[in-house]
């Protein structure tokens, strides 16, 4: 486990602020804010200064807020990615190549999304659930599992099932 260290005075009152305005509490005052802004504007007659008063309380508290949410979404996509990263690079099947693959390129993202389209389609064609394929393996993988499943039975009944159910339209 990583030591705790001391947290600088904005990342503990961020931490805190995340905490605080997801809360029901937080909800809770909002809702009586307005209902308080609401109720007093006959007391003041629907003012322009009355509008001012809530346009400019809920500019001021959504700029902070967007930096505050961006600040909690960054370290959370970070610890995410770490995670992620950790599993991959502990699993032996797993392609290495996916540790840091959110500093590729946006068409480098999806010239590898055609690539698992390709190894989902391929893992369609065969029947056992628990087959999986690796980046870097998955063609050789795909031509031995298949090679290997040629020979099993069951392999050659499920494609009998499904030549019939095409032949009679059902497929």
Known sequence: ?????KKNFFERFANWATIATGSSAAFITAISV???WGITGPIFKYSD????IINTGTTIVTFLMVFLIQK?????SKAIHLKLNELLASHQGASNRMVDIEDITEKELDQL?????QLSLLAMEEDDITCTHSIDAAEE????KLNILKTKPHYNAHKLKL????????A
């Open 49 to 52: 200064t009355w509008q001012l």
């Open 1 to 5: 486990m990583i030591p705790k260290k």
């Open 72 to 76: 909690s979404q960054n370290k959370d």
């Open 34 to 36: 307005i209902i308080i």
């Open 163 to 170: 030549k019939s159910r095409k032949s009679n339209g059902t």
């Open 141 to 144: 993988n795909h031509t031995t």
């Open 113 to 117: 999304r055609k690539f698992y389209v």
